[in-house]
T-cell receptor, first 120, second 113 residues
């Protein structure tokens, strides 16, 4: 399957600092990327959907000023957690979907390996 | 997107077939059934998907009932490395609401030696 690279895999930061997470589609162009968050022993929760060149669409309850998403190219999206606090500690996972072609096309969504954020 | 119901956990003996059920009784005619799995502390991995016909690939088989209200993922010869949480998700085509993948609680499959 296609490869989605996420960096860093693990980050520890002090409370009040900002953290940027990168998500790259390595062998396909991703017009749409998704960001999820997962707390221990819970399922993935969709945070936002981003389309290349336009503003991200955030799910209800997700603060857009806290979680800044930039999807500047067809292979790169970034999530910046601004002024991180301990409650933002979580596993963040990005996902990318290849270009839609036809209704019968696979349009599979591929996932990165995740970034574990610990805010002290 | 339609909701799915899966058993929270299942056990399977190594080398045997693992049959993971999923109910999606409110599925719409244009919604696909997707299966992903998540091994501990990793991102989800795509397994298989289908609309109404049964599907098979190198990882698994997907059996969808004729009324499309339920499906079964089959891992023909489970190994210890198949221990993971398996998610069954129904999703509209990308044209509808962006085709977002919404994850439920999934089934935690434990393959035992």
């Amino acid at each position: 399957g296609a490869v989605v690279s996420q960096h860093p895999s693990w980050v520890i930061c002090k409370s009040g600092t900002s953290v940027k997470i990168e998500c790259r589609s390595l062998d396909f162009q991703a017009t749409t990327m998704f960001w999820y968050r997962q707390f221990p022993k819970q399922s993935l929760m969709l945070m936002a959907t981003s389309n290349e060149g336009s503003k991200a669409t955030y799910e209800q309850g997700v603060e857009k000023d806290k979680f800044l998403i930039n999807h500047a190219s067809l292979t790169l999206s970034t999530l910046t957690v601004t002024s991180a606090h301990p409650e933002d500690s979580s596993f963040y996972i990005c996902s990318a979907r290849d270009r839609p072609r036809t209704i019968r096309a696979k349009n599979i969504q591929y996932f990165g390996a995740g970034t574990r954020l610990s805010v002290l | 997107d339609a909701k799915t119901t899966q058993p929270p956990s299942m056990d399977c003996a190594e080398g045997r077939a693992a049959n993971l059920p999923c109910n999606h009784s409110t599925i719409s005619g244009n919604e696909y059934v997707y299966w992903y799995r998540q091994i501990h502390s990793q991102g989800p991995q795509y397994i298989i998907h289908g609309l109404k016909n049964n599907e098979t690939n190198e990882m698994a088989s997907l059996i969808i009932t004729e009324d499309r209200k339920s499906s079964t993922l089959i891992l023909p010869h489970a190994t210890l490395r198949d221990t993971a949480v398996y998610y069954c998700i129904v999703r509209a085509p990308f044209e509808n609401q962006g085709g977002k993948l919404i994850f439920g609680q999934g089934t935690e499959l434990s393959v035992k030696p």
